[in-house]
T-cell receptor
């Protein structure tokens, strides 16, 4: 199956700093990438959808100025958590798809801890 | 997208078939049934999807009732590595995935 990677797998940062998470599709071109977050023992929550070369579409309640998404190429999307706070600590997961009528392929996730 | 209802948890003995039910009584004609699973601290993994016919692949079988209001995911010979949260999602091909609470399957030795 298609492979999606994320980097880093784990990151610890201090409150007030910014953290960038990368999502790459390794063996296909992803016209659309998605970012999710997951709190402990909870389900995945869709944060935003990004299409290559255009602005991301954010779900209701997700601050676009706090969670900056860039999808500059067909194989790379980045999520930057700006001015991170402890409540931003979570498991962040990306997914990618070659097209809207294909399955989504998920990355392994990035665990962010803000101290 | 139509909502789904799944039991919160199930147990299955190792080597036996695991049958995971899903109700989607408000599914519309152009919505597919997708199944994903998430092993602890990993990203979700696609399992199978279908529209109205039963489907089978190397991982599982998907049985969809004739009225499409419910479906069952079957893992024919469950192993300990199948312990995970299983998500049943209905959506059109073009729409996004929205995850519910899923079924936590525990495979018991």
């Amino acid at each position: 199956g298609a492979v999606v990677s994320q980097h880093p797998s784990r990151v610890i940062c201090k409150s007030g700093t910014s953290v960038k998470i990368e999502c790459r599709s390794l063996d296909f071109q992803a016209t659309t990438m998605f970012w999710y977050r997951q709190f402990p023992k909870k389900s995945l929550m869709l944060m935003a959808t990004s299409n290559e070369g255009s602005k991301a579409t954010y779900e209701q309640g997700v601050e676009k100025d706090k969670f900056l998404i860039n999808h500059a190429s067909l194989t790379l999307s980045t999520l930057t958590v700006t001015s991170a706070h402890p409540e931003d600590s979570s498991f962040y997961i990306c997914s990618a798809t070659p097209g809207k009528n294909y399955e989504q392929y998920f990355g392994p996730g990035t665990r962010l801890t803000v101290t | 997208d139509a909502k789904t209802t799944q039991p919160p948890s199930m147990d299955c003995a190792e080597g036996r078939a695991a049958n995971l039910p899903c109700n989607h009584s408000t599914i519309s004609g152009n919505e597919y049934v997708y199944w994903y699973r998430q092993i602890h601290s990993q990203g979700p993994q696609y399992i199978i999807h279908g529209l109205k016919n039963n489907e089978t692949n190397e991982m599982a079988s998907l049985i969809i009732t004739e009225d499409r209001k419910s479906s069952t995911l079957i893992l024919p010979h469950a192993t300990l590595r199948d312990t995970a949260v299983y998500y049943c999602i209905v959506k059109t091909g073009a729409n996004n995935l929205f995850f519910g609470t899923g079924t936590r399957l525990t495979v018991i030795p």
